[in-house]
């Protein structure tokens, strides 16, 4: 997870090119920063591409605070420390300080990540990292950095990334290594608390969905644990209105900060409804839907598309436990905690690929209709060109994140929907995103992963391990529908950074995304085949019980032969007198299946 998780960056620098973006919420149309406190004393700018060059000839300092809207802490910083007097006559006198939102910039979001929002970076007038900082600080401590690196500008921390090694040449793991992770998987889990995380507890979507795959396999300790911390996440379930709130603190389940943000959003509903699919447990199903009911009634525009976040504190800086404890009529009485209603490309990629996992759990045709409505505003509102930007009118500098959840979010609705049209646009994106973001192959190694943003950053690039499991699971996956070896060559270029040995040991014990993408990338996906009139309710319910093979790496479609062959698939099915599914593995396909229940027989027969 980006927010909550610790994650590796490895930095690519690039030459200094980047265009200066106004931040979302809290920065001015001017560049100014909107504080809304006593820190709006500070004369905050936004984050560009001259930001070194103006530090340089000023001799000053360069001051970020990159925080999220949504954040308590941050909040808390504005209101005790940025308020402070002492501290705004040296940063006015020394620092050219420079306020951005991370969720409208993810390239310094994946650059900085680790040290949690507010995130606070002091740069040297040459750009170089002075003082990398975490959390809030008072204002105390706070004014000592900020003296000591005006008496020390050129002093330079350790570099972001850390240490460097050398970067794998195959796209699988090494079987020793694997192993290594899998114990780590295992090792690292609360036995006392339960989960994969200490000091901060939530759901870690890929453990989860690591630990259910496993469980499917017939592993009973991760059944019993993923299991377990289901359970312990609802929590975190917001009583009155749904949603999940992003975490507990105190290394237990019972001290919740309060901030709903689209990541945990999508990815809890996507988990749930995955875990109901293959316990049947209805509380799954449940809590999948509050989510969706929260996202529907909160975070839903009237263009039928899905805003940011919603704060953490009714009012910023003040922890908001007794308002949250309310019924709903108190709550609304006090007032709603701000929306963040920026409709950013990559948080709705999420939402409709989790909504399109919540309408196979259910059945319930509202959830991809509403998947379909938000994708389509998306596609008409967010497209520059053949990439998607992040938000409306950046198109300047285009971010994988964006089109990586765009991409996902229309093999999702092809899955789901068996429209082709669905799948054309995620293999045209697929296309543009590999002779975009991939990273540039040298004369003794081969292309390495997919950058973050294009051109980069004045901070510099980064390759994140995140959103390159992400990657290599799309194209392997795409590879299968669209029978396209480029797309298999896509997914190796992520892997080669995925299953580097120096990248691979660094991450702490949620390594279950690289088991993840080394699973998919090792075998097939069970390939469900619908063969009959898109018109005909029997061949309909076969398809959509067909979405309910209980693992999220699946390929599932419609074969309506009057729209022609499958795209990427030679199988020539026979002619039958009614609906008919069909379950494919390698080289061979199943005898004809013509009722639901049949086929949810078949899953049961390869859950053994």
Known sequence: MRRAILSLFVAILFAINVTTVVAASGIAADGSADRGTSAAAIKWQDWSDDIFKRSASQNKLVILDLHAVWCHWCHVMDEKTYANAAVQKIIREHYIPVSVDQDSRPDLANRYEDYGWPATIIYSPSGKERKLLSGFLPPSEFLEILQDCVQKPNDTTEEVNGSKGKFATESVLDANLKKEIRQKFRDVYDTKNGGWTYGQKFLPRDNVEYAMVE???GDAQS???AKEVLKLQTALLDPIWGGMYQYSTDDD???PHFEKIMEIQAGNMRVYSLAYLLWKDAEHLRVAERIADY???????PENVFYTSQDADLIPGKHSSHYFAQSDAARRKAGIPRIDKHIYAREN????EAFTYLYAASGEKKYLDTAKNAANWIDANRRKGELFSHDAGDAKQIYLGDNLAMARAFLALYAASGERSYLQKAMNLADSVGKTFAAPASENQPEIGFVTVVPASAAGNAINLDENIGAARFFNLLSFYSGRKSDKDLATIAMRFITTPFIVKKRSGLVAGILLADYELSAPPPHFVTVGSKSDAAAKDLFLTSQQFPLAYRQTEFFDKSEG???GND???????????FFCSGNTCS?????SDKLRARFEQLNK
């Open 215 to 217: 469980a499917f396999r």
């Open 223 to 225: 059944e019993q644990r």
């Open 253 to 255: 389940w019972k001290h």
């Open 295 to 301: 996202l529907l009634n909160f975070l839903y525009s």
């Open 349 to 352: 990629g999420w939402a409709i």
């Open 565 to 567: 062959k499958l795209p």
């Open 571 to 581: 199988i020539d099915y026979p002619e039958l007198p009614r609906a008919a599914a």
């Open 591 to 595: 005898a004809p299946v013509y009722a």
